[in-house]
């Protein structure tokens, strides 16, 4: 059984959010619910650099669900809704979910997204803001990304592509994919290659050997919920705008 971890390097990670836009298609999140968020570290708007003239930097964090080997979402939750696979996947399932909405409250990541309706209104809220009167799509059942349902080998439902009005929801590591053999979405549709995925049992695999040669930090460790994502940390941070900003200063002064 393996035990699926992710390595997201923040040398390459080019804050471009891609990994948002290809988990919402893929993943046919309601307008406003996102699964993945990218931010700039220190800024409070993204792709602003940080520091002080001549010493910037800007250095991007994403962060999906960190699938944590100790979740305290799964803990609170009082029906069992939310827990942990086998594989180490944490997983909501859809028909158990009843909406008290402890796990948002109890994961440090705020990573957890609620449904306040049906993702056919919300749909049809997003079509009219644009200036539509109808749903945009020709066939009012469609809608983009995985096309089908998906349960767990016990039948329990992790995935449909109209969630239910009341339930909680978030990163999956697209259960759909990767019970088939294939990463998540966000994996693949990186552009810059930032992404491993794979098993964390397997000293083998890629992102074991990653792990074990590279220096990588995980979110909130204090917290002791040991997450399955780790960062692989930017080289020489702090002193890429320095460099970078002195070079072109000393341009120009002899031009001066």
């Known amino acids: 059984m393996p035990r699926w971890g992710m390595v997201i390097d923040l040398n390459r990670c080019i804050g471009c959010r891609s990994c948002a836009v290809v988990c919402k298609i893929h993943n046919s999140l309601p307008p406003g619910t996102w699964w993945q968020r990218v931010e700039t570290i220190g800024a409070k708007t993204h792709h602003t650099p940080v520091g002080r003239y001549p010493e910037f930097f800007e250095v991007y964090l994403p962060v999906p669900c960190q699938h944590c080997e100790d979740p305290p979402c799964a803990k609170v939750c009082p ?21 008290c909405r402890y796990c948002m409250t109890a994961c440090p990541y705020g990573v957890r997204q609620f449904n306040w309706q049906s993702s056919d209104k919300n749909f049809s809220q997003a079509f009219k803001k644009l200036g539509f009167s109808q749903d945009w799509f020709a066939d009012p ?4 990304g995985y096309p089908l349902e998906h349960r767990t080998q016990d039948g329990r439902l992790v995935f449909t592509p109209k969630r239910p009005r009341g339930v909680v929801e978030k990163c999956t590591f697209c259960v759909q994919y990767v019970d088939q053999g294939f990463a998540p979405a ?26 074990k040669k590279q220096n990588v930090v995980r979110l909130r460790e204090d917290l002791n919920t040991s997450p399955k994502v ?21 341009v120009m002064e002899k031009r001066v």
């Open 79 to 99: 029906v069992g809704a939310t827990w942990q696979r086998e594989d180490g996947l944490v997983l909501v399932d859809f028909e158990r979910c009843i909406g």
């Open 141 to 144: 059942g469609y809608r983009p």
């Open 186 to 211: 966000c994996v693949r549709g990186c552009p810059g290659n930032a992404r491993i995925f794979g098993d964390l049992d397997d000293p083998k695999s890629e992102i074991s050997r990653v792990i």
């Open 230 to 250: 780790f960062y692989l940390l930017p080289e020489a941070t702090t002193w890429r705008g320095k460099i970078i900003y002195e070079k072109l200063l000393k």
